[in-house]
């Protein structure tokens, strides 16, 4: 995420504690004492322990864990839902911890809405007066409110609709008319939790697509819940991934997966598909200093094979643009032939990719040549190069100490 984006909301050292002693918990927590000790000497439960995040405009941000690890109790404290036991919550600068019910409720109603996995529709309002439902609370009038409901349900495409009740409708509709109640506020930030839990595998995907399809339009600053890691993948910009109340890492799904932060982490995302994810951006090895360039000649080709190992070179210009590859039998034939350069030799209708092109979208590409995967930017600049052995290795179940391994077997057999 871009440093220079900028935060919409901030946590610091964001702490719940359940129970009558929290003074002493929080004291034994300050002291390095552990949740099951202040369980056991106070009585009280750590929901949250020292929570600090940042989360930018826009963002699509996702706090994801088992049951009970504090996921849906951090979303709560973002709004006050729950109250915070110490800590700090900022929206827009704005410290929300200190103010008052009247404030609160103001910031509730104008700079957030939220999503809850029940649904939580009135039965005996139409759809149409379900979305306005929020607007009808802050006050609005009629037509008004039933306008900005109307055009929320539109982009939910529950058009058509209005008219009808909750009970007449599927639960991916009635999911629907909830968030198109959230969007009917027009809400600087949209807080969603569990939203698609309680749906089938077929319709929660649905609303997986249409909740991104949103996003690209509307822009919102989206938290929402998860315990499903799948869902996180999909939806989330960054994840945050929690245990008994401690946020054990933030980052993208690919930070995630390839640089775990801890032993929980790396057994959380171990069963993910991870030809989805990773992408050439990981894999590459970046700036290849060994390079031809289009004017050297066969000679100087064969002294960097040689000092290297490597049978396949990349060939850029003097601005690092690709080119393609030339090969080592080839350098050789053009050698003997007392050419000057390599231009002749070479290999430029092979597959170059951006960094964000993913290990699945890359394997069709290891049928087409046998030569390694270029990584380029949009001006065909040359940033790396990936080798069709850690692309196949990466597509694998094994990892790489494991391949080393079964390697080294087989050659002591």
């Known amino acids: 995420m871009e440093n220079n984006r900028k935060v919409k ?3 610091e050292d964001l702490t719940i504690v359940f129970g009558k002693q929290k003074e002493k918990a929080l004291q034994m927590l300050d002291d390095g004492f552990s949740k099951k000790e202040i369980l056991e000497k106070t009585g009280s439960t750590i929901g949250i322990n020292k929570a ?3 989360i930018f405009e826009g963002e699509f941000f996702v706090i994801m864990g088992l049951s009970g690890s504090g996921k849906s109790t951090v979303l709560r404290c973002l709004n006050r839902l729950n109250e915070p036991t110490a800590g700090k919550v ?4 704005d410290d929300i911890t200190v103010k008052n019910n009247k404030e609160l409720l103001q910031v509730r109603r104008t700079e957030m809405s939220m999503v809850f996995q029940k649904f939580g529709l009135l039965p005996h309002h139409t759809v149409l007066t379900n979305a306005a439902f929020g607007l009808e609370i802050r006050g609005e009038d009629k037509e008004k409110r039933e306008a900005k409901a109307q055009e929320a349900l539109e ?3 529950l058009s058509g609709f ?3 009740y909750p009970a007449q409708l599927s639960g991916g509709m009635q999911q629907r008319v909830g968030l198109a109640r959230a969007l009917a506020n027009d809400p600087e930030v949209l807080l969603m939790d569990e939203a698609f839990s309680a749906l089938d595998p077929l319709i929660k995907s649905e609303m997986q697509d249409q909740l991104l399809d949103l996003q690209a339009t509307l822009h919102k600053t989206i938290v929402f819940i998860t315990h499903d890691l799948d869902e996180a993948i999909k939806l989330g910009d960054r994840i945050a991934i929690m245990k008994d109340g401690v946020i054990e ?4 799904a690919e930070d995630i997966l390839t640089n775990p932060a801890s032993d929980y982490v790396k057994a959380f995302v171990e ?6 994810i990773i992408t050439a951006g990981s894999l590459m090895f970046e700036k290849p200093t060994v390079v031809m360039f289009r004017k050297d000649g066969p000679e100087g080709a064969l002294r960097k094979m040689r000092s290297t190992g490597i049978e396949i070179l990349p060939v850029v210009d003097v601005h690092y643009t690709f080119l393609g590859f030339v090969t080592l039998n080839e350098v050789i034939q053009s050698a003997k032939r007392k050419e000057t350069t390599v231009e002749s030799i070479i290999h430029s209708n092979v597959p170059s990719v951006f960094k964000d092109v993913t290990v699945e979208e890359m394997l069709p590409l290891t049928s087409e040549s046998r ?6 930017d949009d001006k065909n600049k040359l940033l790396g190069i990936i080798s069709q052995t850690s692309l196949i290795i990466e597509s694998t179940k094994y990892n790489k100490e494991e391949i080393m391994e079964l390697k080294e077997k087989a050659n002591n057999q």
């Not at 890492?249 to 993208?252: H, V």
């Not at 069963?271 to 989805?276: C, L, M, Q």
């Not at 030569?371 to 380029?376: E, F, G, H, L, Q």
């Open 9 to 11: 909301i901030k946590v």
């Open 52 to 54: 600090n995040f940042e």
């Open 90 to 93: 900022f929206i827009n600068d």
């Open 155 to 157: 982009i939910v495409g």
């Open 162 to 164: 209005e008219h009808q």
């Open 249 to 252: 890492q933030i980052g993208t």
């Open 271 to 276: 069963k993910v598909d991870r030809k989805a």
């Open 371 to 376: 030569s390694p995967i270029a990584v380029v």
